[in-house]
């Protein structure tokens, strides 16, 4: 059974940082692209971050800068660091696993207060 959970969420202040962190189960995690990606009230859910198993990064412009995605493969995990938080970075953010099926987490609430 493949299990993504995510932790680590939660409110700051604007400028505030915040670490989130996915522990996975049940795949090949040395094998899988691992990414973050967020939904906020009203819009569509949208890539924060990705990092395949080669370690190659990718992100979206509204975060590059700031935000920061690494995996450790031999605890199953990835993290993202997000710093200068902005009240637009408010959303629920969901841990993605792909391999030949794509997997998600429950997501975790981050909130930015102005």
């Known amino acids: 059974q493949v299990q993504l959970v995510e932790s680590g969420g939660g409110l700051v202040q604007d400028g505030g940082s915040l670490r989130l962190s996915c522990a996975a189960s049940g795949i090949i995690f040395n094998i899988a692209t691992m990414g973050w990606y967020r939904q906020a009230p009203g819009r569509q859910r949208e890539l924060v971050a990705t990092?395949?198993?080669?370690?190659?990064?990718n992100y979206a412009d509204s975060v590059k800068g700031r935000f920061t995605i690494s995996r450790d493969n031999a605890k199953k995990m990835v993290s993202l660091q997000m710093n200068s938080l902005k009240p637009e970075d408010t959303a629920v953010y969901y841990c993605?696993?792909?391999?030949?099926?794509?997997?998600w987490g429950q997501g975790t609430q981050v909130t930015v207060s102005s």
């Open positions: 990092i395949t198993s080669g370690g190659s990064t």
């Open positions: 993605n696993a792909q391999l030949s099926y794509e997997y």
